[in-house]
């Protein structure tokens, strides 16, 4: 049985039904098998692993690093409750974690956790890379930058790691898990840049990125263009989800490289199906069309609020008619649309949910059910780093910590109808899945 120094783990989370390629995992793989560090992915949801199947493992290979990936807030304590296992089986080597989550709330995580040696703050290549040369050369580890760890009942925060300035320069992610990925969703992941450009206050993608360095970068068109040749040629890929968390980037030379891009693509001759995610002020006819043209099937749609008064408190820096006229640009080239909605905020009133209201309705007499998703009775989620979350504290709103948090609405009477709403909603949803079978959110644009 083949040996590893470093396992990399997605851990458990009840909350992640679809079956993606985790890439930041990907990444550092890349990076440790360019010094070469022999790694193994474990990543427990896509595999459908039990602890116990994970912590065998384990024992049986010994690595002496461990690198446990926190993607959701929402799942951290089954995260964590994981990483107690691993440590109170006999684990005796070294645990790291990382990701947005724990970088924002390392203090809270490593009080629940002790057992957790260090927390990777920011992007964790350089960082983890560094961590895994130092431990398997039995070197001192406690002075690279970028980590944060224990010495007794005290929290050491190193230095700050700036981030990679050039994408073009790192290696492509490594591809361990595609095969059953592409077996379970039908679709390839891959990433062309990092951060967003937006200030929303409800997010946490530009703090997490703007405290390190630039808070969006992008990869060239040459470089994105020879991934996807790979994933294309190498492992017959026909679907990519471009996980960019903005894939446009505004006006100017953003715009001109989403232009390029998809004409790159045209060029080649690749036959592809894909999909992105982009604010509303990004959506243009002349540009979606020419993506269209290229592959492009579905888009996931910022949109959060058919009110203006919610917009402006959201710094979403757009109008109630950009949103309507994104969607119809969206709706009249025929294209699936996963809309990002918040139905309630902590602050909304009766008006402004009635405007809400009003603006889904009228999306889905536009669009129609077959080409519209969105989750009708979302409600703003504080999460660590945003904006928002460090607003509701200072005002008293929030309840508990990043772990196990709640809050309550301005309004009492809204607030008893979000928990009504929301109930009824799950409710009927669990009965649609138990007895008619569930399904992954907004598929239909996956070439089979």
Same mark, same amino acid.
């Given at each position: ?8 783990? #997605?851990?458990?989370s ?11 995992? +990907?990444?550092? +793989? +890349?990076?440790?098998?360019?010094? #070469?560090? !022999?790694v193994?992915i474990l990543?427990?949801?896509l595999? @459908? ?12 290979? *010994?690595? *002496? ?7 959701f ?8 409750r ?13 645990? !790291?974690?990382?990701?947005i989550?724990p ?14 040696? %260090? ?6 290549e ?6 895994a ?13 970028g980590i944060?760890y224990?010495?007794? @009942? ?7 790691r ?16 595609l ?5 379970k ?6 990433? %062309? ?9 409800f ?5 997490f =990125?703007s405290?390190?360095?630039?808070k ?7 470089n994105v263009?020879d991934?996807?040749k790979i994933?294309?040629?190498?492992y ?12 446009? /980037?505004? $006006? ?5 490289r ?11 001759g690749? #036959?592809?199906?894909?999909?992105i995610q982009?604010?509303?002020?990004d959506?243009d ?19 959060e609020?058919? !009110?203006?008064?919610v917009?402006d &408190? ?11 006229n ?9 294209l ?7 139905m309630?905020d902590p602050?909304? #009133? ?11 309705n009228?999306?889905?007499?536009l669009?129609? $059910?077959e ?7 979302s &409600?703003?989620?504080?999460?660590a /780093?945003?904006e928002?979350?460090?607003?509701? $504290?200072e005002?008293?709103?929030? *309840? /508990? ?8 609405f ?8 979000? *928990?009504? !709403? ?6 009927v ?5 138990? =007895?008619?079978g569930?399904?992954e959110?907004n598929?239909?644009?996956?070439? &089979?």
């Amino acid at each position: 049985m083949e040996q590893y120094d470093v396992f990399l783990i #997605n851990p458990p989370s009840s909350s992640m039904k679809d079956k993606y390629e985790h890439l930041g995992l +990907a990444y550092i +793989a +890349a990076f440790l098998r360019k010094e #070469n560090i !022999s790694v193994k992915i474990l990543d427990m949801p896509l595999y @459908d692993l039990f602890p116990d199947d994970v912590i065998y493992d384990i024992k049986q290979n *010994k690595p *002496k690093l461990i690198g446990v990936s926190i993607p959701f807030q929402d799942s951290a304590i089954e995260a964590l409750r994981f990483i107690k296992r691993i440590k109170e089986t006999g684990y005796k080597g070294h645990l !790291s974690v990382g990701g947005i989550y724990p970088t924002f709330s390392y203090d809270e995580i490593m009080m629940e956790c002790p057992q957790i040696d %260090t927390v990777i703050l920011g992007e964790g290549e350089l960082t983890f890379t560094e961590l895994a040369k130092k431990i398997l050369n039995d070197e001192e580890w406690k002075n690279i930058e970028g980590i944060v760890y224990k010495d007794g @009942d005290t929290l050491n925060v190193n230095d700050k790691r700036p981030l990679i300035d050039d994408l073009d320069s790192m290696p492509y992610p490594e591809r361990d898990t595609l095969p059953i990925v592409i077996l379970k969703s039908g679709f390839a992941s891959i990433l %062309t840049s990092r951060g967003c450009y937006g200030r929303c206050s409800f997010c946490s993608v530009g703090p997490f =990125f703007s405290q390190f360095g630039q808070k969006y970068r992008q990869r060239s068109v040459e470089n994105v263009i020879d991934e996807i040749k790979i994933l294309y040629e190498r492992y017959n890929v026909r679907n990519l989800f471009f996980n960019d968390a903005e894939f446009v /980037g505004g $006006k100017g030379k953003s715009y001109e490289r989403a232009y390029r891009l998809a004409e790159e693509i045209i060029r080649s001759g690749m #036959n592809i199906n894909f999909s992105i995610q982009c604010r509303v002020n990004d959506v243009d006819q002349e540009l979606f069309s020419i993506l269209k043209k290229a592959g492009l099937r579905r888009v996931f749609l910022g949109v959060e609020s058919g !009110s203006q008064t919610v917009l402006d &408190r959201f710094k979403k820096d757009v109008k109630v008619e950009d949103n309507a006229n994104a969607l119809k640009i969206l709706n009249d080239l025929d294209l699936y649309i996963s809309m990002g909605f918040i139905m309630f905020d902590p602050h909304i #009133n009766f008006k402004e949910l009635s405007e809400n209201i009003s603006f889904i309705n009228n999306a889905v007499k536009l669009i129609g $059910k077959e080409r519209l998703d969105y989750y009708p009775v979302s &409600r703003l989620l504080p999460l660590a /780093g945003a904006e928002v979350e460090r607003e509701m $504290k200072e005002k008293g709103l929030y *309840k /508990g910590n990043s772990l196990n948090y709640n809050y309550e609405f301005d309004d009492k009477a809204i607030g008893f109808i979000y *928990k009504l !709403s929301h109930g009824v909603f799950n409710l009927v949803g669990n009965l649609k899945s138990r =007895f008619k079978g569930s399904s992954e959110s907004n598929t239909k644009w996956i070439k &089979r």
